[in-house]
């Protein structure tokens, strides 16, 4: 996935009423989909696979976790 390639589902897909775009994107395996998904930050809500998406959570309570107490600015 590159940014060409987001661009492309920004230009052929329709927002929702909240202004996001439900796209389907291959990966080669979780881990693999994690990381890819990781670039794309805030902008990037996972619903499936079920396995992709609890790792997701994971991930993102693991750092989380690591970053709190950090500060700010």
Same mark, same amino acid.
């Given at each position: ?23 389907? /994107?291959?990966? %080669?395996? #979780? ?7 990781? *670039?794309?930050?805030?902008? !990037? $809500? ?5 396995? /992709?998406?609890? %790792?997701? #959570? ?7 976790? *690591?970053?709190?107490?950090? !500060? $700010?600015?």
């Amino acid at each position: 996935m590159c940014s060409s390639d987001l661009a492309g589902a920004r230009e052929s897909a329709r927002p929702d009423r909240a202004g996001w775009i439900r796209c389907t /994107l291959p990966i %080669e395996s #979780i881990d693999q989909g994690i990381r890819e998904l990781m *670039r794309l930050c805030d902008e !990037v $809500e996972v619903l499936g696979p079920r396995e /992709l998406r609890a %790792e997701w #959570i994971a991930t993102l309570r693991a750092m989380t976790r *690591r970053h709190r107490g950090a !500060v $700010e600015g």
